[in-house]
Each structure stands twice: as C-alpha cells, then as structure tokens.
C-alpha cells in the first residue's frame, strides 16, 4: 500500500481502556509509517471527528444521544468501523442492569438532578450503526489489535473467533475450575482469544470477552451450574455482566429451570 | 446560558472533559471545567450484586488505574468482613499498586505532559528527534505493565486480586526477573527526574492557600495503605471519618460533584500531596533526589505535581526491588486465606496514581448493600479549576493558541483521567 492508511480512534462511554491497550503497544511505532492517525484525542491535541478516515476504531458504548450522533457521523467517514472491547461490542458492564428502569438508575446515582445530556441505558455500538468487525475483551488482547490491523493492512480481512475460553484453558493444562473446583467459571461460553487468562491464575472466568456468536450455550452452562446449587437469578447475574444485551441468554437459562432440568 | 448540570460523586469523571473559558474586554467572565461523560451507574449497578462479581466489575471505571480501584475496594470489602490479609500479600498488593504507579507515572508523563513542553501536538510525533525519550517511556511503561501482568493477570483490569490475596502467585524466577528489570529501569527513572527538572519551571500558578491531602502511610514507609489521611495544614483524620472532612458539593456546571476540605477549603491530591506530606518517609535514591531538587518541588505550584511523578518514579522502582527482595527472601509464600464473608461496613483511602481513592462498602448477606466511591479526579476538580482560572486570568489577553494550550497544561498536570479529552475548548 503506498498511501498511508487513515486511522481514527474515537471514544463513548467506557474507561478508556481499550485506547490505553492499543497505545501501549511498542508496536504502535512501527505502525507510524504506514498509517496517519487523523483523529486519538487520548494522544493527539490536533484531532479531528469530521475527518474521513479508512479504519475507524470504537471503544465505549453508546450512552447518551450525543453518542448516537457521533457513531453515526464516524460511520458516515468511515470505510471500516471496528468496535473495540466489551462496551462498544456489547454494551459492557454499565449495561449489567439494563432491565432495571432507567430512570431508577438514574435516581441511585443522581438523586433527581438533570444535566444537559440526554443519557440513556448503554448500549452496543451495532444498535445504531453497520459494524464491520469486533474486538473483544475488557480490554482486548494486544494481538487481537494486531491481528485485525495487519490483516487490514495487506488487504485481507481478520476471521471471528468461534470457540470458547476452554479450549484455550484445556490447551494449558490448567485444572476445570467449573468441573473440578465447582466455581462458576463462564469460560464455556465465553469467546476464546485470552489464552485463558484469568483461568490460568486460578480465577473463574466472569465472561469479559461475550458469548461465542451464534452457539453461546447459556443453556447447557445454566444446566451445570444450576446442578451445583446455584439460583436462576445467580446465574443470569453472572451471565449478564458482559451478555445483558444478549437476545438468547435469558430464554435458554430460563428454559433449564422451566423443563425441571 | 447554561443549563445546570449535575453530578455524580463516582468515576465517570475519566474520559470526555472539557474547558470553557468566557472573556469580555475587562477580563475572564467565567471558567468551567465540564465533564461530559456519559453515565454508567457503577455504584447503582452493583447495590444488591454479589461482592465477588461487584469487586470484578469495580475496576472497571478506570483503566488508567484500574489496579488502583481493584485493590481499594477489596480491601474496604476485607475491612467491612473483618478480615486482615497476612504482611507478605499486603507487601505483594503493595507491589501491584506500584506496578500501576509506574505505569500511569511514564504514561502521563512523556505521552501526555512531555508533548507540551517539546511543542508536539501528540507523543508519536517526536519519535524523529526523541527517540530515547520514547523508547524510556515505553521501558517504564512495560515494566510497570510486566509487574500486573506476572502478579495479577493482566496490566487493565486485573482479575488476580481477590479477597484473602491472589488466585495464584508468580514463579520465583518470574519475581527474580522482574528485579532484574527493574534495576535496569532505574537509571531510565533518574533521567525522568533530570529531564522534568529541566521542563516543569511553570510559575504562572502560585496558590499560597493550596492543602495538600494524602495517606500517612500504615507501615512508616512512603507508599499508598493506610488508616488515616494527613492534611498539609497539620490536621490528620482517621479514614472513616472521610466524609466530615472531605465535603462534595453540586456545581451547576459540573458532570461531577467538586470537593472541599472541611466544606470550603479547596485541596490538592497526588503525587505532589504525597511528597508535601511524607517526603519525610522517603528513602534511597529518591531521598537524595528529593534533597537536591526540593526547590522544584513546590507546594503552591500545581505543576510542581508533573516533577514530583518524575521523583516518585525513581522510589517506586527502588521500593519495588525492596519488596520482591524481602518477598524472595520468605519465600514460598501461600497465595491466599479464606474469607468468611460476613455483614459489616468498611472504608479504604489508597493512594492511586493521581491522589486519594475512596471505597466505603457496606456488605449483607454476600452482597453489596451500600456503596461509595469518590475518585483522585472528583476530588481534584475543584482546585483544577480555580488554577485554570489563575492561569487565564494571567493569560487571558494573549492569543487565544497560547492561552488554550496553557490552561489544558494546567488541567495536565493534574493528570485527571479526563486528561485525554480535554479538548473542547471554547472562547
């Protein structure tokens, strides 16, 4: 490619960790000569929204309406939308309690002040916009950026992950710790791409990464779950941490405590 | 006109801030500092959720310091069960704070601040002429990054920190090889100090009213655990009294609340509040440091803040050593204790990176019943703006460039997790 790649990296609601990831990476230097950065405000003073860019990045979920309309001017600009981590992917953990009414939410925190913005339960970037590719992770892994961005770069497009946390656990020969220790791991359900992480330090998966595309066994997990003692409402909390925007979940642990199980 | 805004008194205040500034010809009308962050609920979402999963979720309002919040809130949860962990995992939480402290300190200060003064409009840009500037800031980064990844998982939301200690602990030889390269960092924390040394001479903000707040730390050595605050004027206070002495207000113009010590004095907290509080309890290198460079470190100066992260540098990599050296030498250590998880209430204050973090939780029947979360930002904003303030009205006749650029250098030096976005700048 001899024009340099336009890459933008905007912001919604989040921590702003998944920025923080990819200008962590030492890799980013080496991306300098192929790619101008038309738009980073976590690092660049001179950025621009309205400028026309081939990769734009989207971390955060949509919160408020102000949001709703800057996801769409970036699609608008944008040749490739990439939504980055859990909260653009699938709304993140502000979206834990999106069953709750909005305004009892609102009411906890705020008591009955009003600001300026028009907020709104979070969301995932998807609901508003045509999204081409997804990041995931609470943050993403470093080589999911890589990988996304090299493939990018030479003209191929990046595959989806369509196994779970446990294959990966399985491949580092760490002890079950749903199986074995009894705890409510959710790596069953949970995309693969972590190398399980947090199994690997002994420590149940909560799920950052969302349920597996298309498959998401939510019902065979409740069903183990449920068989060491758990209430459905445990479990649906669990799930719902990194999944509440997801249209299966509820139906199929409900479905395991319906049938008797 | 502005429609008033009001606040929440938890993290949002990290990501989209901005100033404004109003002038007329006799002067600056008006400073505002707005933080228009969307909201995310975290102290309403996790009411009534189970404390393993709330404390999984917590450090997720930061990720500039997300071991900050993941280390606070488990240790408000211990002390709210009545649980004590043993000295070596304090020792071992003690060096994954410092792992974010090292982190968040390289970060802001050669991707953030650095720019400034070398007159780049972003950090990537000066790789042509400051390569060796870069290439210490991502060394430091990397260590700081190394030390969360080996100790707790990952360097962003760190999910081996647990009630009773860790999941699991790193190797002996992962320890060792983390103090090898720490060492080698050291000398890279010293130019930290020589090169801001240099840099960090800004004079425009004098506050001769300035309070300083900060931890007195629990084991006599400068660090970030501890049971009372101490406060620059001589006052100290137990940290479950924090809400006598620390008193948050709704500003009009304000995403976030703004606070004041005991309801009208407006504090400072940081790494320039730490070393105006306990420079005292200094030790090693940076004691040297600190004795030589003590005129740069100026209580009334906000951007005294920038070069007092610097000196810090060099004593957490120091401390680091320590603490992996006496680790090693009690080694092997058992990861964790069981916790009984039992009603009651607690409060923790650590030092994050950018000053006090505040967990009060209150615990029933395995679940969160009551929580509140105040963060270093929440409790800077107030301070902030009054300097931003000073700053323009210094700088308000000189052209709009100069003064838009020397007022986001004052919000910088706060190193507010808005930082990043401090950019909607209107005159």
Redesign the interface.
């Known amino acids: 490619m001899s024009e340099k790649v336009k890459i933008g990296f905007y912001a919604l609601t989040s921590c702003y960790g998944c920025q923080l990831q990819f200008a962590m990476m030492d890799e980013v230097l080496q991306l300098l000569d192929k790619a101008n950065i038309e738009c980073w405000f976590m690092l660049e003073r001179g950025s621009d929204e309205d400028k026309e860019v081939d990769i734009a990045f989207i971390e955060g979920s949509v919160s408020t309406q102000e949001e709703v309309e800057l996801v769409k001017k970036i699609r608008e600009k944008a040749k490739i939308v990439i939504a980055v981590g859990s909260c653009a992917v699938h709304g993140g953990v502000q979206s834990w309690d999106k069953d709750k009414e909005f305004n009892e939410l609102w009411k906890t925190v705020y008591g009955d002040a009003h600001v300026k913005f028009e907020p709104k339960m979070a969301e995932p970037v998807e609901k508003y916009i045509k999204v081409d590719y997804k990041l995931y992770g609470c943050p993403p892994e470093k080589k999911d950026f890589l990988y996304a961005l090299g493939t990018l770069l030479i003209g191929s497009w990046p595959e989806d992950i369509d196994y779970p946390v446990c294959v990966e656990c399985r491949l580092r020969g760490n002890p079950c710790l749903l199986i074995e220790k009894g705890e409510p791991c959710l790596g069953p359900l949970t995309v693969a791409g972590c190398d399980a992480r947090c199994p690997a330090f002994n420590i149940a998966c909560i799920g950052c990464r969302g349920a597996v595309k298309d498959v998401a066994w939510f019902d065979s997990l409740a069903l183990e779950l449920k068989k060491k003692g758990l209430k459905k409402e445990e479990i649906l909390e669990r799930m719902k941490i990194f999944n509440a925007h997801n249209p299966k979940l509820e139906g199929m642990v409900n479905k395991i405590f319906e049938e008797g199980g | 006109m502005?429609?008033?805004?009001?606040?929440?008194h938890?993290a949002?205040v990290?990501?989209?801030g901005g100033i404004e500034i109003v002038t007329s010809d006799e002067g600056i009308k008006e400073v505002k500092l707005n933080i228009?962050?969307?909201?995310?609920?975290?102290?309403?979402?996790?009411?009534g959720?189970?404390l393993e999963?709330a404390l999984?979720?917590y450090p997720?309002?930061?990720?500039?310091c997300?071991a900050a919040h993941k280390l606070t809130a488990v240790e408000a949860a211990e002390k709210a069960v009545g649980f004590t962990p043993r000295p070596e995992i304090q020792d071992l939480r003690d060096l994954l704070y410092i792992g974010d402290m090292i982190?968040s300190h390289a970060?802001h200060l050669y991707?953030?601040v650095l720019?400034d003064y070398l007159g780049y409009?972003?950090?990537?840009a000066m790789?042509d002429k400051y390569m060796k500037e870069?290439e210490y800031a991502?060394a430091l980064?990397?260590i700081g990054?190394k030390i969360m990844d080996y100790l707790?998982?990952?360097?962003?939301?760190q999910?081996?920190a647990?009630l009773g200690g860790?999941?699991?602990l790193p190797t002996r030889s992962q320890f060792e090889e983390l103090k090898k390269e720490l060492k080698e960092a050291l000398p890279m924390a010293e130019y930290t100090v020589e090169l801001f040394s240099k840099l960090d001479q800004y004079e425009e903000v004098k506050d001769e009213e300035m309070i300083h707040m900060a931890v007195k730390p629990r084991n006599g050595v400068y660090g970030i655990f501890g049971d009372y605050i101490k406060v620059s004027d001589g006052f100290k206070f137990p940290v479950e009294d924090y809400k006598k002495h620390i008193v948050e207000k709704?500003v009009g113009h304000s995403?976030a609340k703004h606070s004041f010590y005991n309801n009208e004095k407006h504090f400072m907290v940081g790494a320039i509040s730490r070393i105006v509080n306990n420079a005292d309890l200094l030790y090693g290198r940076a004691k040297e440091l600190y004795s030589q460079y003590k005129d740069l470190l100026r209580y009334d100066n906000c951007f005294a803040n920038n070069f007092a992260q610097a000196l810090e540098l060099v004593y957490f990599v120091e401390r680091a050593i320590d603490i992996i050296d006496d680790t090693l030498a009690k080694w092997p250590i058992k990861e964790r204790d069981e916790v009984e998880i039992k009603d009651g209430f607690g409060v923790s204050i650590t030092e994050a990176p950018r000053g006090l973090l505040v967990y009060a939780l209150e615990v029933k029947d395995g679940k969160v019943d009551y929580v509140d979360i105040i963060t270093p930002t929440a409790m800077n904003l107030a301070i902030m703006e009054r300097h931003v303030r000073m700053m323009a009205e210094k700088h308000w006749q000189d052209d709009p460039e100069t003064l838009k650029l020397l007022t986001?250098m004052t919000v910088r030096a706060y190193d507010p997790?808005i930082s990043?976005?401090v950019?909607v700048v209107k005159l």
């Open positions: 502005y429609i008033p805004i009001t606040v929440d938890i949002r990290e990501g989209k228009i962050e969307g909201p995310r609920f975290f102290e309403a979402i996790t009411l959720k189970k999963e999984a979720v997720r309002i930061c990720s500039f997300s982190e970060l991707l953030l720019p409009s972003n950090p990537l790789v870069i991502m980064k990397n990054s707790a998982s990952r360097a962003i939301h999910e081996n647990i860790f999941g699991k709704v995403f986001e997790c990043c976005s950019h």
